[in-house]
Each structure stands twice: as C-alpha cells, then as structure tokens.
C-alpha cells in the first residue's frame, strides 16, 4: 500500500520506495504503480469509455483531488461530495474526481492533456476523507479496485460544425448530451457532466466520430417547430434528457419515448417556454432527489411524499425514468421544487448555436428576451448634493427593465442594458472557456488606487484579500499612467479592482484617460470598475478578453462606493459568484441600482467553493428563524454542508431552522457569512457580536 502525503511525499506502509509528487496535479503513472498485482483492463466496470484503465489492489489510496464525488453503483445512490469523514457499507461504488495533469506533454486525441478524470471503482466497506489537498480512500484488508482515466483538455474540446437552420440547430442539440458521463440519475451531479462540444456554424455538417459515439441513445425525441426561437428555448430540456430533437412542420412541440406512453405536447409558442422549463426543473431535481437517497433514512420520505421508490426508479431507463417523473402529481413536486439557479435571456439568432454549450454547461433555462422601457425616477436616480464627494460625472446608459422569469441569476444574451440581470456581451462565454484551464493554485489580484481621496476603500480591499485563506499574490499601485494602467490589464490576472474616476474618455489617469476599447487584448478574467459610470468600460474590457465584472451605471457617492467594494472584495474571496457577490454587496446602499454586472456572472475567482451560503434572518416567537440557501450557479446539482447543523443541501434548496439567541451567536461567530437580518447585510461575525451584547 502507498499513501500520498499532504506534504507531497508519498510513503509506504511496506517500506517501499519514497517518490516526488507536487501535492497538486495528478500523475497518472505513477499512480497506476501503486497498485499491487496491477493489469490493464477493458473498463468494463467503468460507466463511460475511458482511454486507460486498470485492476489491482489497495489497503490505503490517496488521490489529488479534494472535489470527488461518490455513488453507490448498485443503487446509484450519491453520497455527495466528500468533504467529511464517510463511512461507505458494503456495496458497490463508484469515485470520480478531476485534477490537473502532472505531464503536460501527454497527447489524447483532442490534443495536449490539461485535466485528468480519474474513476475509482471498488467494493464496500470501505471509507473516506479529505486530508489537505487529497481525498484517501482505505479499506480494512487488501481490496481489488479498478482505476479509469479520461484524458480532458481545455483547448482543443471536440468541435462539431452546424448550418445557421434550424435543422442545424437541431443536430446540434441532439449531439450536445454527448457530454453527460452517464444516463443515470447520477448525471444530475455536476462531476458526471463535462463540457458540451464547442459548436461552429458554416454550410456543411461535420460531427466528429467521438461526438456521434458518445451520445446516448435514450428513445427519447423532441420534436418541435421550424423556429429557431424554440429550438433554442427547448435546448436545456432536450440535452438534459438525451433526447434527439426534429424539426417539423407543427405547430406546438412534442416529446415522446420509446416504450413508455410520454407523449408531452407542449403548448404553442410563448407557452412553450414555461412548459419546459417545468418539466426540466422537475426531472433534474427528481433525479438529485433519487440519486442522494439514503434508503436507510430518506427512501420512507421520498415514497410517501412523492410516490417514488427510489430503487425502482433507479433500475429503469432514461424514457422509463421519464415516464414514471412525469406521473408525479404537479402539486407533490411543485411543493419540493428550490428556485432554478440561472436563467439566460437570448435573441433568437441562428448564430446563438454557438453559444449553447456555454449555457447547457451551467444548465441554464433559455427565454426570449422582454423588456420595457424604464423611467429614470424608478432607479432612485436621486440628486447628489455638493456636500458629498462622487467618483466622477457619468450620463447613466439607456436601460430597460427586463421581464424576469424562473432563476435566482439572471443572464443577458440580447440588445439593450438591463437592471437586475447581467449584461453577457457574447465574448464572455468564449473567454470563460479559454481561462478554463486557470492555474489556481497562484492567483493574481491587482489593487488600483488612482485617486489619493480614495484612500480608505484602498486599504481596506487590500488587507481583504491579503487576510483571505487563499493563495493570492496581491499587487497593489497607486496613480497609474494610462500606458501602466493598460499593462495592468494586459497581465495574465484573476482580478482587478480600480479605485478612482471614469468619464467619457475612460478610466482617469494622472496623464489622461486609458478607453479599454483601446486594449489590442485583455488578460485580466475579473474586475471590479468602483468609478462613475464605468459600464461602457466594463462592456469593452469583457470585448477585449476579460470574462466579467462589477460597474456602475452613473455617478455613485465615495462613501457608497467604498461600502461596496470593501463588501464585494470580501465576498469574492468567499467564493461567491461575481453576479452574486455584486447583489449582495449593493445591498449595503440605497441606490443599489446604480451596480451592475457585465459578462458572464457566474464565474467566480474561486472554484467550487465550500460553503458560499447565504443566511436570512428574522425574529420569531422564541428566537430567531433562520434561513439558509446555497447559491452557486456554476454547479447546479452539487450539495453543499449547510453552516448550522452540517446537514447536506441542494444547490439552490433553503433550509429553515430555530435557534435561541445564544445558538444564533455562537453558530455565525464559527464562520464567514453574509447574513441579511432586515433586509439589511451584515457579515455573520459582526452580527455574532452584536447578539452577545443584545445589540
């Protein structure tokens, strides 16, 4: 047996050899060598084709990786992520996780390797635990476990070539579900979804044979009008379902199944958008419910509350499985339903193909865009009196209020500038792809002061993201010319957060003015514009390369200003989204409309993080009544251990609790959350505090 130590060292139990490892990409030789009487195999144990595979056995085995999920195979039952001791009874198992490659030289078909999926297949009891930057899997004695590798790279992902039709679009949807690693429940866990293929437009079709081979043929069919507008508003429901989509002369859409008796008409355009968006939420989230079941404690709640029995429904097929969600009663699902994560308004354009598989990868709903025309006096856009100090003069943009639909986060794939959702120039999605293989372990964060008056937000920005424990390298400059200014954004950075003014001629300088549209590129994937009026700025630095960022649509007070970019910085380095580190920031201000997002808002400078939780607070009868949601729209699917009780939740899913003052206390004073207690933030350590005193 071999163990890798957190310290990358791995060790012996037998007093065998010592060998270097990084303690932070993967080595896929060197781990095949740890297995005693090891043989190539044809992974047949495996539930996806894999490019190596082996057999041998193990006491102890430590994998690079902390983000792994586990499932039982036999019942396909998800245990989650491990992030706590788990003891696994006997059983069938299966592990997957993903980590970087060790050797950047290895070729897979697609190119040069940059990330590694790893499947551990084995045999309970057996049990887990995430040591430092690994995750050990042991057993009691020897035991024989399999070993997959997927070879994944981030720059060279299958492409696949469409017509700008709707039969284009059509092929192009029904391809795309190619990237789900298995059809069973367990897909509705983000670690069994990869990337969809890139997708290109020109006058011919070019599938390429891995794309054909990998999708799954289900039995199931979308058939739906010749209209682009609801082939792509039908996208998110046919890639999730596997389903192959028809272009027809009809006039509403219909699914139908092979062997079942699911013959779904939806209604006609714009209902349709409504109905599948329905049937997505409610077979995604049906398959999290089935997939995590622990038939020992959850299995009873489950069949009496929604007339499933978890071990049956796991036995069928994709269209069985179908057939047996939809017979549901409506108003059993709609009682157990959280609110989607993201939803992404697009103008139906043939062009939009291209975007889909950035979209399909969150597991975003699709609508057409709908809008109105916004007074001025809605947005609060009150007078600043002389007496206060602002970060510029800005005329704010013409902006719309958009018809907001299903979602916690909003997307802005059309003309015009919303409120209350994100402006996604469609750059963004390309250059989220591009920083895709980021190195993570080194972030850069470049501080900008470049008004002296500013100073407070300044440092205190600074000393957030030096305390976070995190591994950032914080830079910061004060009055930058326009040619330093410019190099700032040309580094290879993970954030930039500007203190200072903006005008019509950019980003102010002690020489001038630096206009990001100037930039030949971009390197910066973040930012953070706390200057009047920088939304034209922000849209043309996501133009040049950057992938999203926080501006603001007019003029906004210092001291506004510093409330929420100190907030921001704070939340960023917790894990939040852009999107949603910006909505809860604002939150600090009245004139919360004067910050927007543009880009893509569901990305965050750090990955997959633990907890980015959101605590809502109110007064009850006896104490407090709390409510805990998860928010991270990078990962639908994924479950998160709550603050409170350590309990397991959905992305998405609200948890309520009851607690004394004293347990409220002692709960938020353990950890670093954002609570809204009022409709007011507050950080849950200061608000800890403040319960312990009665406020």
């Not at 002369?249 to 079942?260: H, I, N, Q, V, Y």
């Not at 609060?380 to 299903?406: K, Q």
């Not at 999605?429 to 920083?435: D, I, P, Q």
Request: charged share 25%; net charge negative.
């Amino acid at each position: 047996m071999v163990t890798w130590g957190v310290a990358g060292e791995r060790v012996g139990r037998d007093g065998g050899e010592t060998l270097d490892w990084d303690g932070e990409t993967a080595d896929p030789t060197a781990l095949v060598h740890q297995l005693h009487n090891r043989e190539s195999t044809d992974g047949e144990q495996l539930p996806r084709r894999v490019d190596d595979c082996y057999r041998g056995s193990v006491t102890e085995l430590a994998l690079p990786a902390v983000d792994a999920m586990v499932t039982r195979v036999d019942t396909d039952a998800d245990s989650g992520t491990v992030d706590s001791p788990t003891t696994l009874q006997e059983g069938e198992y299966l592990l997957t996780m993903q980590a970087r490659a060790a050797d950047s030289d290895r070729e897979s078909p697609l190119g040069v390797v940059d990330d590694i999926r790893i499947h551990v297949h084995f045999d309970g009891p057996a049990s887990l635990h995430s040591a430092g930057i690994t995750t050990v899997l042991s057993f009691q004695e020897p035991t024989s476990i399999t070993v997959g590798f997927v070879w994944e790279t981030n720059t060279e992902r299958p492409h696949l070539q469409v017509p700008a039709t709707p039969e284009g679009l059509a092929t192009a949807i029904t391809h795309l579900s190619g990237a789900h690693h298995t059809m069973q429940p367990s897909r509705s866990h983000p670690e069994l979804r990869g990337h969809p293929p890139i997708v290109t437009t020109g006058e011919t079709t070019r599938i390429p044979e891995p794309v054909r081979q990998n999708r799954p043929e289900t039995g199931i069919t979308l058939r739906v009008p010749e209209c682009e507008a609801e082939l792509l508003v039908s996208a998110p429901l046919a890639y999730y379902l596997g389903a192959k989509v028809v272009v027809e002369s009809r006039d509403a859409a219909l699914l139908t199944a092979e062997g079942t008796s699911v013959h779904r008409s939806f209604d006609a355009w714009p209902s349709l958008q409504a109905g599948v968006a329905a049937l997505l939420r409610r077979v995604f989230y049906l398959d999290c419910l089935v997939r995590r079941v622990d038939p020992a404690e959850s299995g009873p709640r489950i069949t009496s509350a929604l007339s499933l029995d978890p071990d049956t429904v796991r036995s069928l097929s994709p269209a069985g499985r179908l057939e047996r969600y939809i017979e549901v009663s409506d108003e059993a699902v709609n009682s157990i339903l959280p609110e989607w994560p993201l939803s992404t308004y697009v103008s139906p354009e043939p062009e939009r193909v291209r975007y889909l598989p950035f979209l399909l990868d969150r597991l975003s709903l699709i609508y057409l865009p709908d809008s109105s025309r916004l007074d001025q006096d809605e947005l609060l856009d009150r007078t600043l009196a002389d007496s206060y100090l602002s970060r510029g003069s800005a005329e704010r943009p013409p902006v719309i209020e958009p018809n907001l639909r299903e979602g916690q986060l909003h997307s802005w794939l059309a003309p015009g500038n919303p409120i209350d959702a994100c402006k996604t120039p469609p750059e963004a999605y390309v250059n989220r792809y591009r920083s895709q293989n980021r190195d993570t372990d080194s972030q850069q964060v470049a501080v900008v002061l470049n008004d002296e008056e500013m100073a407070d937000e300044h440092t205190e920005v600074t000393e957030i993201y030096r305390a976070a424990d995190l591994p950032m390298d914080v830079r910061v400059s004060e009055l930058l010319s326009v040619n330093e200014l410019a190099d700032v954004f040309r580094q290879p950075t993970e954030f930039v957060h500007f203190i200072g003014h903006c005008d019509e001629a950019g980003l102010r300088c002690p020489d001038g003015n630096l206009a990001l549209s100037s930039l030949s590129e971009a390197r910066t994937q973040t930012f953070f514009l706390n200057a009047c009026g920088s939304y034209d700025e922000g849209l043309d630095l996501v133009k040049q390369g950057a992938v999203a960022g926080a501006v603001t649509l007019t003029d906004v007070l210092d001291k506004h200003a510093a409330l929420v970019g100190t907030a921001f910085a704070r939340l960023l380095s917790n894990g939040f989204s852009i999107q949603r580190a910006l909505e809860l920031a604002r939150r600090r201000i009245m004139m919360c409309k004067d910050y927007a997002v543009v880009g893509d808002g569901t990305y965050s400078i750090v990955p997959n993080p633990a907890h980015p939780a959101v605590v809502w607070l109110s007064e009850g009868e006896t104490g407090f009544d709390v409510q805990c949601t998860v928010v991270s729209p990078e990962r639908p699917g994924e479950s998160y251990r709550l603050p409170f009780d350590d309990s397991a939740a959905l992305n998405g899913e609200q948890t309520s609790h009851s607690l004394s003052a004293t347990e409220l206390a002692d709960a938020l004073g353990q950890t670093s959350l954002p609570v809204i207690y009022d409709g007011e933030f507050h950080w849950s350590d200061d608000l800890a505090a403040r319960l312990r005193t009665g406020f």
